[in-house]
């Protein structure tokens, strides 16, 4: 298996809702990420959890929350988003252990609309 | 600070002609390299990397990078564009940590 999946692909929430975002990996990647992609740019970094642990939080507004119940999940819960939160969210992952294999392995990722 | 400059926000070719996307890092430290792709509403798939093993790198669907310390650049080329070929690319280094740095992207079109 070497794919991470994503869901759900599409979510439409409204500025009071309660909503999770969830990522899956089975390829042993000890290090997961989450990633922010508006509109004809690049990714940008938002989580990095390494071996579960949060390691990098890129001062994203506490309207976010990442989780990382187990070695493969992750997850990201949204609580009273902004339009402005309206964006593609992409989930990825890397092997931790050096050897060079240090690229990341993105899913398909969820496409958010904040109304 | 480490950074990631793609040279050209668009670049049109012609179905079958060569294929070159400039990529150009600063950093004190050769870093990882990387070039991905992206569909239109898809993630990003990796197409080829450097990890200092080899200056020409060989990727997936026929695209090929040359690393070139002097130069600091990486760039992405293809012998003969397809049309599936358009997509947006971007280039990306990583220096340590987890901390992948993204160019701006630079989106192909090919023209039949």
């Known amino acids: 298996d070497t794919e991470v999946t994503q869901t759900p692909k599409h979510l439409v929430m409204g500025m009071t809702n309660k909503k999770s975002l969830k990522c899956e990996q089975h390829?042993?990647?000890?290090?997961m990420y989450w990633y922010k992609q508006k509109a004809k740019k690049p990714p940008e970094l938002m989580f990095v959890?390494?071996?579960?642990?949060?390691?990098i939080n890129e001062s994203v507004p506490s309207r976010f929350s990442p989780e990382c119940p187990n070695s493969s999940l992750l997850n990201l819960h949204l609580h009273a988003l902004q339009p402005e939160d309206s964006a593609l969210y992409l989930c990825?992952?890397?092997?931790?252990?050096?050897?060079?294999?240090?690229?990341?392995?993105f899913g398909p990722g969820t496409r958010l609309t904040v109304l | 600070a480490q950074s990631v400059t793609q040279l050209g926000s668009h670049v049109s070719v012609s179905e079958g002609a060569l294929v070159l996307l400039r990529c150009n890092y600063s950093?004190?430290?050769?870093?990882?390299l990387f070039w991905y792709v992206q569909y239109p509403n898809q993630g990003l798939q990796l197409l080829l990397k450097?990890?200092?093993?080899?200056?020409l790198v060989k990727g997936i669907n026929g695209f090929e990078a040359e690393f070139k310390k002097s130069e600091t650049s990486f760039h992405l080329t293809k012998p003969s564009a397809h049309m599936s070929d358009a997509a947006e690319y971007f280039c990306?280094?990583?220096?340590?940590?987890?901390?992948?740095?993204f160019g701006a992207g630079t989106r192909l079109f090919v023209k039949a």
């Open positions: 390829m042993g990647h000890r290090a």
């Open positions: 450097y990890t200092s093993a080899a200056t």
């Open positions: 950093s004190s430290v050769p870093p990882y």
């Open positions: 990825a992952s890397s092997l931790q252990g050096g050897g060079g294999k240090v690229e990341q392995f």
């Open positions: 990306a280094a990583l220096t340590g940590g987890f901390k992948t740095i």
């Open positions: 959890y390494s071996y579960e642990k949060l390691s």
